[in-house]
């Protein structure tokens, strides 16, 4: 099996295809499997992982942060012996992504930050509590999204109601693609928690990275203009709202999702 030791951190990871280095990562490395790996395989060196917490990576003793998530990758990246990559993923991947092109802005060779925002307001670090506290629980997580107003009952949910009984979603049901144990949970939520990048703005507006910020048009409006507000302060950036989709758009929509950022790679020569 593909482990390499990232530091003290055993990362499990999976590659297929030649070329430019691109790494997509969140949580399970099952969530790129069927659907971004065949893709992007025929035009890149794709690679992706278990985060530390799940599948079969290690599960560190927390807290954890955004830098950490950022330093796997890179030191992933060395222990391949990979110098610069095409750095890539949704949710914590996204917020991860922009982590590592401010900290480590010459191993970056492009930054795909999909379907999250620079900071966390209110609403959102109540729904992160809210959410710690149910996977203390045993139960699932991330099933809706962070309200964007007070007056909303609940956010939007993560994926299109009815997915699950789709052919695609009983295809993958019978993928283990989980987002961590009862113990690792917790600590990846903490480590989103009091997330802000808006000290570090100054730092993106000096980046010579470009950057493809995406976003579905079904996700909590507030995701939405964050998103935008996000993309905004990169020195080269795109701004996509990737239609009739939620916050798995890369499952949900892998069609759609795949041609946006093959499309931005390849506006960019890569």
């Given at each position: 099996m593909p482990y390499v030791n990232a530091d003290g951190v055993r990362l499990y990871y999976e590659s297929a295809g030649e070329g430019l280095p691109l790494i997509?990562?969140?949580?399970?490395?099952?969530?790129?499997?069927?659907?971004?790996?065949?893709?992007?395989?025929?035009?890149?060196?794709?690679?992706?992982?278990?985060?530390?917490?799940?599948?079969r990576s290690d599960n560190p003793p927390g807290p954890w942060s955004p830098?950490?998530?950022?330093?796997?990758?890179?030191?992933?990246m060395d222990a391949l012996e990979i110098d610069k990559?095409?750095?890539?993923?949704?949710?914590?991947?996204?917020?991860?992504?922009?982590q590592f092109g401010i900290d480590?802005?010459?191993?970056?060779?492009a930054l795909i930050v999909g379907h999250t925002t620079p900071y966390r307001r209110a609403l959102s670090r109540e729904w992160i509590q809210n959410q710690i506290e149910m996977a203390e629980r045993g139960e699932p997580v991330i099933v809706k999204q962070p309200r964007s107003f007070e007056w909303e009952d609940e956010g939007p949910p993560t994926i299109a109601e009815g997915f699950k009984e789709t052919q695609f979603g009983h295809y993958?049901?019978?993928?283990?693609?989980?987002?961590g144990s009862t113990d690792s949970t917790p600590k990846m939520l903490r480590a989103l928690a009091n997330w802000d990048q808006r000290p570090r703005f100054p730092e993106l507006r000096q980046l010579d990275v470009p950057a493809l910020v995406i976003?579905?048009?079904?996700?909590?409006q507030k995701t939405i203009e964050l998103s935008y507000?996000?993309?905004?302060?990169f020195k080269t950036s795109e701004f996509l709202i990737l239609p009739n989709t939620h916050h798995s758009a890369g499952i949900e929509n892998p069609?759609?999702?795949?041609?946006?950022?093959?499309?931005f790679l390849k506006r960019h020569e890569l």
């Open positions: 997509l990562h969140a949580h399970h490395h099952m969530s790129w499997m069927p659907f971004q790996f065949p893709y992007f395989s025929q035009f890149y060196r794709i690679i992706t992982f278990d985060r530390r917490g799940t599948g830098a950490d998530f950022a330093r796997d990758i890179r030191n992933l990559a095409i750095v890539g993923g949704n949710s914590l991947g996204g917020v991860t992504s922009s480590y802005p010459d191993r970056a060779l993958l049901a019978t993928l283990d693609s989980s987002i976003v579905g048009g079904n996700e909590p507000e996000w993309h905004k302060q069609i759609g999702w795949n041609a946006a950022v093959h499309g």
